[in-house]
């Protein structure tokens, strides 16, 4: 690709018409078939609960009431180099939660409620319970998420490094593989991409095991160029014969399960040469022999790999994007965002930190055009709502209960289509790549029933675990409201919090005269509910008066399509 040029293979329509919403105002002087022409120069507009709501919901699960009055006591830069250091410790290990009575040979060496993490069991019974097990802690995780950016940098990388855990019944890979992603989620994608390649869980998941001399698996060769590093754009620049080549560079490699690690073998690799295409200018990596032979070659292919500066930033580059801006890369951002980043990107030798820290301080990145148009996904819409409405967890001496909950979410999250550790293929969840629909994919005919059937649920009785009732108290989220007693205050700040889209002062009236004000004009209809209830907690009668009305709110602000926006 030539300096200064970008090259869009995307597409004419507009997206965003997906959903009904209210149009934005984009400037008069676009470019032909552009959102937008912002670029990367420092925003420097106003920085109001709009804009901090916007980036908590791009860089965070939902934007929690809290987290937005503390970010709105700092300045947009303050706030998104705060995003951006991570200074919190590493989330605890996952629990044994479960029950191992049916396997043949239980882990009687972990106490329940301790971790699994540090011992090794074969028993495949075990390995099913300690896998769900990590599901259920990676949910608890990111309900707890700390104010920074790791857990949703986390989510990125695993969608990025595709893993599937049913490929293994060892749950210690997974633990080691997700906390190599979150451990290096904002380093440098060329040293994560090396890590990766003798990970555990990969070298299952890709059948890096099996490679070795005289019977080269191709199928991590394949991954690591065309979806890891260089993108399926670049093909068939990269050849076949490229594929190939790299394969028998990544043979010798292996897992020893009991120590939780990959190891070299000599014996298994391919000593000779190996020489790629013109793609790679010809390039030759010498064969090596003895102890060190793997880590050598590994060394030169990603060397070289990542040599091809332009298609390896581009390709990560539009990838970061996607995940925190839009999913249609047209010609303008092209031009105005990917490629002076992917220079970035190399200029900083391939850290990701500086590349996100300058589109999330970006105009392009505040832009009326970008906000609002992404489709929540599955984690983000579960998550986002339990953190957003102040949704209460069992505390850390209550895990078995903790751990059943976070269950029920984990359910909601995969018949959302969004399964965590557990992608559809080593392409990721396909709302991320699949041209032309990109994050529509997550909204059908089943989808979309199935978000509104998690909201009635948490507003109307929740689900209830050892008599501890996970559910969304709406009277409880409406008193850290600015003005609760005072309907049209209510309704925006509820509103502001909750979507990205403005509703027209049509709708907003309606739903405070028909809901709030049961059918009433006058707002002290409403107030007087409110102050009553107020005044004596214990009156059942007051309390059900507000909160039959409350409940019947925000059931319908969660069930239109604006809410599914972010």
Known sequence: MPAGSYKSNEYPMD???????????????????????????????????????????????????????????????????????????????????????????PDNNVDTGTTWVNDHNTDDIIGGLRKLSFKKWWI???????????????????????????????????????????????????????????????LVYQNGEQNQKGAPDENFARELQELFTLGKENHPNYTEDDVKAAARVLTGWQNNEETNTSYFTPGRHDTGNKTFSSFYNNTTIAGKSGATAGDEELDALINMIFSKGTEASVYIVKELYRWFVYYEVDEAAGQNVILPLAQMLQDHNWDIRPVLMTLLKSEHFFDVANQGCLIKSPVDFVIGICREMKVTFPGDNEYATAYALWDSLLYNCTILQQDPGDPPSVSGWPAYYQIPSFHELWINNDTYPHRKQLTDTLIDYGYTVNGFQLKIDVIEFTKSLSNPGDAKSLLEDALSILYRIE?????????????????????????????????????????????????ELYRYLFALPEFQLS
């Open 15 to 105: 997206r965003r018409a997906f959903l009904t919403a209210k149009k934005k105002t984009y400037p008069k002087n676009r470019i032909a078939g552009a959102r937008t022409n912002s670029g990367i120069a420092p925003y420097s507009g106003p920085w109001s609960r709009n804009e901090v709501v916007h980036l908590l919901k791009r860089t965070m699960f939902g934007a929690a009431p809290a987290d937005i009055d503390y970010f709105l006591g700092k300045s947009m830069d303050q706030s998104v180099e705060e995003l951006l250091t991570i200074t919190s410790p590493l989330p605890s290990a996952p629990l044994k939660d479960y029950d191992t009575s049916e396997a043949l040979t």
């Open 140 to 202: 608890g995780v990111m309900l707890d998420q700390p104010r920074n950016i790791r857990e949703k940098m986390t989510l990125f990388w695993h969608n990025h490094f595709a893993t599937e855990m049913a490929s293994t019944q060892n749950a210690r890979f997974v633990y080691k593989h997700h906390t190599l992603l979150r451990n290096n989620c904002l380093g440098s994608f060329k040293a994560l991409a090396r890590a990766v390649a003798v990970d555990p869980l990969m």
């Open 503 to 551: 509703l027209s002062d049509a709708i907003k009236e309606q739903l405070k005269r028909e809901i709030l004000l049961t059918g009433q004009t006058n707002d002290y209809y409403w107030t007087n509910a409110w102050n009553t209830y107020i005044a004596n907690p214990s009156d059942m009668m007051a309390y059900q008066t507000v909160v039959s009305r409350l409940s």
